[in-house]
């Protein structure tokens, strides 16, 4: 019977999506299509942390470039905004590469560290070049109109576009971790040494990891900056880049899904907390963040609902032994 | 060569703080093998209740022995609602804890002072002495005696009192600790509540030249991220000397590399740090780990 319902479950969830704006509201659909954009560059990140066991955190600035490449493409030469999507998700797969490349000889915390410094360093760029990126003013691009044919409203229309960019997003996402290049990247990931040793190229699959990572969050940014319709530097701060990577987490770091359930969340839940009580909504959130961690350790998409209860019991068990002594190769606390 | 010599002194004084907060984060590390994200803000958090201590009228110095001994509560509260309870969770999933500790705690200090700056009082006189040219004022200098106390009571513990060689030996390998009769957990927890102390001394040297506000320490903890990185994750000396690395790196940068200059100075701990790392993968005084098969 279950399995019944599971091989139907992928087109309900396709058909609820595309029946979406029916329902909602349309400020709402906007907020669900710029979690839609959050989403390809929390995937992005997932391919690379998860499935590749290297961290970026500098996926917020990489979105930034995508978003700017965008902006400067249609502001400075006027071309049409969905046509700068490939180009923005090239450029910030270049800027990746570059970024990448401490990877080679960097791990875990170490590489964590860097990426965030070049996150922080982001925004101060993007003000010393404020001939090219339009300083704290910003750029505010054109939006692509609906065509007249189109039943619905604009927001509707754009998301529809982004659902588009997710798809293709999801579709080379799982192109790449089915075959000979998803298991050489899981094998970098639990083993490198063994991994190289057996003839894997370490240095190309790290860079084109980064490279597709990078560009998957280019994407999400351009997206983001058609959405949006206005950019500045204070939409790329680093606490972004922390933001994806909570969302990483928290959807599930090993799961398609789970990017853009953890995407909904880092959009969402912090907006919910602060309707609760507005002076306290940082504090419910961050308290959000911590149990959630202790009752959903593998995000929520490898949450199992059977296994619910036992797992919120467990976060009150406190004779259970610890893990401390000893890091895991290869992820953020080990070197 | 004035101007070289005052940016040195300078420099070392900032340095004073990010190495002290960069101490408290390697003394987790190596505790626990966890970066806690939420160390700075913590360390504003108690900040602020010696400033609410001195607004009650309370001596300055009493109110932040009150306050550092509070700190010192906190760490172990902290350890023992939050980190104890996803210890055994995947790395990322602390990471996320951590985070949301950063979260929570800048959201308290906001909520409970608001977002105002408030004037913090200096622990130092404010006097300065000329030597050739380059000035040196009472705090600059209190800053780096502060945290040459801060060195030298951290190695004078760990190296010559049962309690540290107990605490090294938990760090080391806590299972083999614990045969030998260790309280392993309790050494952890006092790990961490050290930790907390040593961070709130950090803010206490930052609170009088930034002034007190609940996003105080965010700037400071990537300056700290980067001296602990620069100076290898698992020595507490290697902390120190990268924070005081980075300190005069970024200050002489910002004044002599024109094209950095005042607005892109964040740049200059990283670059450091990535040059360091490059040539040793583990940072200035870090251990290679050997990779089993």
Do not use: H
């Amino acid at each position: 019977m279950s399995t019944q319902l599971l091989r139907f479950a992928p087109a309900a969830l396709v058909a609820a999506l595309l029946g979406l704006p029916l329902f909602v509201p349309d400020f709402l659909l906007f907020e669900i299509s710029i979690a839609v954009s959050y989403g390809i560059a929390i995937l992005g990140l997932n391919l690379l942390l998860g499935f590749t066991g290297q961290i970026c955190l500098a996926q917020g600035a990489l979105f930034g470039v995508g978003a700017y490449t965008t902006a400067i493409l249609n502001v400075s030469f006027g071309w049409d905004p969905v046509a700068t999507l490939p180009f923005a998700a090239i450029s910030a797969g270049l800027i990746g590469v570059i970024i990448g490349l401490p990877a080679l000889r960097l791990q875990g915390l170490q590489l964590a560290i860097i990426t965030f410094g070049v996150a922080s360093a982001f925004p101060q760029l993007l003000l010393k070049m404020d001939t090219l990126t339009g300083g704290v003013t910003g750029l505010a691009t054109d939006q692509p109109f609906a065509p007249k044919w189109f039943p619905g409203s604009q927001e509707a229309w754009l998301y529809g576009l982004s659902l588009i960019c997710a798809a293709i997003s999801i579709v080379v996402v799982t192109r790449l971790l089915r075959g000979d290049t998803g298991r050489m990247m899981r094998a970098l990931r639990d083993n490198p040494v063994i991994a190289e040793a057996l003839g894997v190229n370490l240095t190309k699959g790290r860079l084109a990891a980064f490279a597709v990572s990078s560009a998957l969050a280019g994407l999400g940014g351009g997206l983001f900056c058609i959405l949006n319709g206005f950019i500045s530097p204070q939409s790329f701060l680093p606490m972004k880049s922390i933001d994806i990577l909570i969302g990483g987490i928290v959807g599930g770091i090993t799961s398609i899904a789970g990017a853009f359930i953890g995407a909904l969340f880092v959009v969402f839940v912090p907006g919910f907390t602060t309707d609760i009580n507005p002076a306290l909504g940082g504090l419910i959130y961050g308290l959000c963040l911590i149990g959630m961690m202790m009752i959903a350790r593998q995000g929520i998409a490898g949450l199992r609902m059977e296994k619910l209860p036992a797992a919120i019991l467990g976060v009150f068990k406190f004779k259970s032994s610890s893990r401390f002594p000893g890091a895991v190769p290869g992820q953020l606390g080990g070197e | 060569m004035v101007l070289f010599f005052q940016l040195v002194v300078d420099g070392l004084a900032s340095g004073a703080i990010y190495a002290s907060l960069a101490l408290a984060l390697v003394l987790i590390f190596r505790a626990t093998r966890i970066v806690n994200f939420g160390q700075g803000e913590m360390a504003t958090f108690s900040a602020y209740c010696a400033w609410q201590l001195c607004e009650w009228g309370v001596p300055m110095m009493l109110s932040f022995l009150v306050a550092g001994v509070l700190a010192f509560l906190l760490g172990i509260g902290v350890f023992r609602l939050v980190i104890r309870p996803v210890s055994t969770a995947p790395v990322e999933a602390v990471v996320v804890a951590t985070l949301g500790l950063f979260v929570v705690f800048q959201a308290l200090s906001l909520w409970l002072w608001g977002s105002d700056q408030r004037a913090f009082p200096s622990m130092f006189p404010n006097v300065g002495w000329d030597i050739r040219g380059v000035r040196l004022t009472a705090s600059a200098a209190g800053m780096i005696a502060v945290l040459i106390c801060l060195a030298a009571l951290t190695g004078v513990v760990f190296r010559f009192t049962r309690l540290g060689l107990a605490m090294r030996a938990s760090a080391y390998d806590g299972e083999k600790s614990l045969l030998v009769g260790i309280p392993v957990e309790r050494m952890l927890m006092l790990g961490w509540g050290f930790a907390a102390a040593i961070g709130f001394v950090a803010a206490l040297l930052v609170g009088p030249r930034l002034f007190l506000s609940p996003t105080m320490m965010m700037p400071i903890l990537l300056y700290a991220l980067a001296s602990a990185t620069l100076g290898g994750w698992d020595s507490p000396l290697g902390a120190m000397i990268g924070g005081l690395i980075v300190g005069v790196a970024e200050s002489l940068g910002a004044t002599f590399l024109p094209f950095i200059g005042a607005d892109l100075r964040v740049v200059i701990p990283i670059l450091v740090t990535l040059v360091v790392l490059l040539v040793r993968p583990v940072g200035l005084f870090g251990t290679r780990t050997v990779v089993k098969l």
